[in-house]
Protein backbone atom coordinates (compact mmCIF):
# COMPACT_ATOMS: atom_id res chain seq x y z
CA UNK A 1 0.00 0.00 0.00
CA UNK A 2 1.61 3.18 -0.45
CA UNK A 3 2.24 5.81 1.86
CA UNK A 4 1.61 9.21 1.56
CA UNK A 5 4.44 11.27 1.05
CA UNK A 6 4.67 14.95 1.83
CA UNK A 7 6.22 17.26 -0.65
CA UNK A 8 6.66 21.15 -0.06
CA UNK A 9 7.16 23.90 -2.43
CA UNK A 10 9.82 26.68 -2.08
CA UNK A 11 9.90 30.18 -4.19
CA UNK A 12 13.78 29.60 -4.58
CA UNK A 13 15.02 28.64 -0.74
CA UNK A 14 14.52 24.88 -1.39
CA UNK A 15 18.15 23.81 -0.74
CA UNK A 16 18.68 26.03 2.40
CA UNK A 17 15.53 24.74 3.76
CA UNK A 18 16.78 21.26 3.09
CA UNK A 19 19.66 21.55 4.53
CA UNK A 20 18.35 23.28 7.39
CA UNK A 21 15.72 20.00 7.90
CA UNK A 22 18.69 17.50 7.42
CA UNK A 23 20.46 19.26 10.40
CA UNK A 24 17.90 19.57 12.69
CA UNK A 25 15.89 16.58 12.13
CA UNK A 26 19.05 14.40 12.04
CA UNK A 27 17.98 13.11 8.69
CA UNK A 28 20.22 12.79 5.23
CA UNK A 29 19.51 14.85 2.00
CA UNK A 30 19.83 11.90 -0.19
CA UNK A 31 18.72 13.91 -3.47
CA UNK A 32 19.69 17.68 -4.02
CA UNK A 33 18.77 17.96 -8.08
CA UNK A 34 18.78 21.48 -9.60
CA UNK A 35 17.05 22.38 -13.08
CA UNK A 36 20.16 22.60 -14.48
CA UNK A 37 21.47 18.57 -13.73
CA UNK A 38 17.94 17.17 -14.72
CA UNK A 39 17.56 15.85 -17.94
CA UNK A 40 15.33 18.34 -19.03
CA UNK A 41 18.03 21.48 -18.60
CA UNK A 42 17.88 22.50 -21.71
CA UNK A 43 14.24 23.12 -21.69
CA UNK A 44 14.57 25.04 -18.72
CA UNK A 45 13.78 28.77 -18.46
CA UNK A 46 17.17 30.90 -17.75
CA UNK A 47 15.60 31.59 -14.62
CA UNK A 48 14.57 27.94 -13.33
CA UNK A 49 17.61 26.44 -13.75
CA UNK A 50 19.96 27.29 -10.54
CA UNK A 51 15.92 26.44 -8.51
CA UNK A 52 15.86 22.95 -7.45
CA UNK A 53 13.64 20.14 -9.10
CA UNK A 54 13.44 17.58 -6.55
CA UNK A 55 14.59 17.03 -3.03
CA UNK A 56 14.83 13.90 -1.37
CA UNK A 57 15.27 13.95 2.48
CA UNK A 58 15.55 10.19 4.09
CA UNK A 59 14.76 9.49 8.16
CA UNK A 60 16.36 7.54 10.37
CA UNK A 61 13.47 5.40 9.99
CA UNK A 62 12.93 5.37 6.30
CA UNK A 63 10.04 8.05 6.30
CA UNK A 64 10.79 10.66 3.62
CA UNK A 65 10.11 14.44 2.80
CA UNK A 66 10.50 15.47 -0.73
CA UNK A 67 10.56 19.18 -2.10
CA UNK A 68 11.02 21.68 -4.92
CA UNK A 69 10.85 25.16 -5.94
CA UNK A 70 7.87 26.38 -7.41
CA UNK A 71 7.91 27.08 -11.14
CA UNK A 72 8.72 30.10 -12.24
CA UNK A 73 5.77 30.46 -14.76
CA UNK A 74 2.60 30.73 -13.76
CA UNK A 75 0.47 31.88 -10.71
CA UNK A 76 2.76 33.58 -8.12
CA UNK A 77 3.95 31.37 -5.01
CA UNK A 78 1.65 31.67 -2.02
CA UNK A 79 3.35 30.17 0.76
CA UNK A 80 2.77 26.55 2.64
CA UNK A 81 -1.07 26.78 3.67
CA UNK A 82 -3.51 24.46 5.11
CA UNK A 83 -1.39 21.50 6.27
CA UNK A 84 1.30 20.78 9.29
CA UNK A 85 3.99 18.13 8.98
CA UNK A 86 3.69 15.78 11.86
CA UNK A 87 7.00 14.24 13.71
CA UNK A 88 6.20 11.69 16.82
CA UNK A 89 9.19 10.84 19.08
CA UNK A 90 9.66 7.87 21.34
CA UNK A 91 11.00 10.39 24.19
CA UNK A 92 10.03 13.75 25.33
CA UNK A 93 13.86 14.82 25.50
CA UNK A 94 13.84 13.64 21.04
CA UNK A 95 11.11 15.51 20.41
CA UNK A 96 11.59 18.09 22.72
CA UNK A 97 15.92 18.94 20.41
CA UNK A 98 13.60 18.78 17.54
CA UNK A 99 11.29 21.15 18.20
CA UNK A 100 13.81 23.26 19.86
CA UNK A 101 15.74 23.19 16.29
CA UNK A 102 13.11 23.59 14.20
CA UNK A 103 12.09 26.86 16.04
CA UNK A 104 14.93 28.72 15.37
CA UNK A 105 14.42 31.62 13.27
CA UNK A 106 10.46 30.52 13.17
CA UNK A 107 7.33 31.29 15.50
CA UNK A 108 6.24 28.89 17.92
CA UNK A 109 2.17 28.75 17.65
CA UNK A 110 2.24 26.36 21.30
CA UNK A 111 4.93 25.74 23.75
CA UNK A 112 5.64 22.44 24.39
CA UNK A 113 3.08 20.97 26.89
CA UNK A 114 1.84 17.52 27.87
CA UNK A 115 -1.38 16.42 26.17
CA UNK A 116 -4.16 13.73 26.58
CA UNK A 117 -2.35 11.78 23.45
CA UNK A 118 1.83 12.51 24.16
CA UNK A 119 3.98 13.05 27.11
CA UNK A 120 4.44 16.37 25.17
CA UNK A 121 3.38 18.31 22.54
CA UNK A 122 3.99 21.71 20.67
CA UNK A 123 3.15 23.69 17.08
CA UNK A 124 5.24 25.78 15.28
CA UNK A 125 6.21 27.62 11.81
CA UNK A 126 9.61 27.38 10.87
CA UNK A 127 11.51 30.39 9.22
CA UNK A 128 10.59 28.42 5.30
CA UNK A 129 7.17 28.89 6.40
CA UNK A 130 7.05 25.16 7.66
CA UNK A 131 4.24 24.58 9.79
CA UNK A 132 5.45 21.28 12.46
CA UNK A 133 3.38 18.95 15.34
CA UNK A 134 5.76 17.79 17.41
CA UNK A 135 5.06 14.21 19.72
CA UNK A 136 7.28 13.05 22.33
CA UNK A 137 6.04 9.77 24.01
CA UNK A 138 2.93 8.87 22.09
CA UNK A 139 0.02 7.96 24.95
CA UNK A 140 -2.55 4.75 23.65
CA UNK A 141 -5.70 6.19 22.84
Not at 91 to 110: P, W, Y
Not at 113 to 131: C, H, I, N, S, Y
Request: with cysteine; net charge negative; hydrophobic share 45%.
Amino acid sequence: MPQPIAYLAFDGNCADAMHFYERALGAKLETLLKGSESPMAAQMPPEAVDRIMHARLVFEDGGVLYAGDCCTQGPPYEGIKGVSLALNYDTVAQAQRAFDALAEGGRVTMAMQPAFWAKTWGMLVDRFGTAWIINGELIPI
